[in-house]
């Protein structure tokens, strides 16, 4: 798979790096969501709700144990599971590496200096101010790779990863199928931009699990497939 090539807008790249591309766009978004819900729990769980955090996870389908505030941000920063923030940023970066000739020079470094801060931290306490401040890293990040101006059209494949994220983590996180339009117009849009024979999808229902689905099956129809499909999600067809 990775020998084949696709063209996006008339530039010819691998379907390796493309992929690349698209996850990279995933884990940096979803590393900047997950970061700041884990903030946002860490403060419920002082002082509200104590299992907040565990309600948090479970919507990922991760159980998470921790005894106390400061435990809990540990246990989402450095966990031993697949949503903790140092295994997405690792990934994120492993896929950065892999198409580094193709990313900004600002926005590689500074995941890699985040990166740093997170292998740097490992075994000392997790500050809230901390991850703030690598929250802030993250939309700049998200800002440079998600502007359209002067940007190689390769960047749409981040974008599009971006985009499918969001979708991704407001079903998951907030069970929003009701929140999801503009990001499915959006989602839409760039993987027309990327795929002319791409037909945008549509939910017409609201079953969580099959939009999941469906939405995480676009990228096959951009860059793997490459092929036009009645790519419409019928109600009959999410409600099985």
């Keep these: 798979m ?38 946002n729990s860490y403060d419920y ?21 921790y005894c106390n505030a400061l435990d809990f941000l540990k246990q989402g920063v450095y966990g031993s599971h697949g949503s903790s923030i140092e295994t997405i940023i690792t990934l994120a970066r492993e896929n950065a590496i892999e198409t580094r000739h193709l990313l900004d020079e600002r926005g590689f470094a500074t995941l890699n200096k985040i990166y740093n801060l997170i292998v740097a931290g490992r075994g000392k306490v997790v500050c809230p101010t901390a991850l ?5 890293d ?15 059209k390769a960047y749409n ?7 499918i994220e969001r979708f991704d983590l407001i079903l998951r996180l907030y069970d929003g199928i009701d929140l999801v339009n503009t990001e499915l ?8 931009g990327l795929n002319r ?11 969580v699990a099959k939009a999941l689905e469906a939405v ?7 860059i793997e497939e490459n092929e036009p499909a009645n790519y419409v999600v019928e109600a009959s067809q999410l409600q099985g």
């Design 157 to 163: 494949l981040i974008r599009l990863g971006q985009q």
């Design 138 to 152: 993250f939309a700049l990040i998200l800002g440079i790779f998600s502007s359209e101006l002067g940007r190689p």
């Design 216 to 222: 995480n099956g676009v990228i096959a129809h951009v």
């Design 45 to 65: 769980v002082i002082d509200r709700d104590v299992d907040d955090g565990r309600k948090l996870y479970a919507n990922l389908g991760v159980e998470i144990n």
């Design 185 to 192: 117009d959006a989602m839409n849009t760039i993987a027309r």
């Design 197 to 207: 024979r791409y037909q945008p999808l549509k939910i017409t229902s609201s079953d």
């Design 2 to 39: 990775g020998g084949r090539i696709m063209m996006t807008n008339g530039v010819a790249i691998s379907v390796n790096t493309a992929q690349r591309l698209y996850w990279f766009g995933r884990y940096v978004q979803r590393a900047q969501t997950l970061l700041r819900e884990l903030v």
């Design 132 to 136: 703030e401040e690598i929250i802030d």
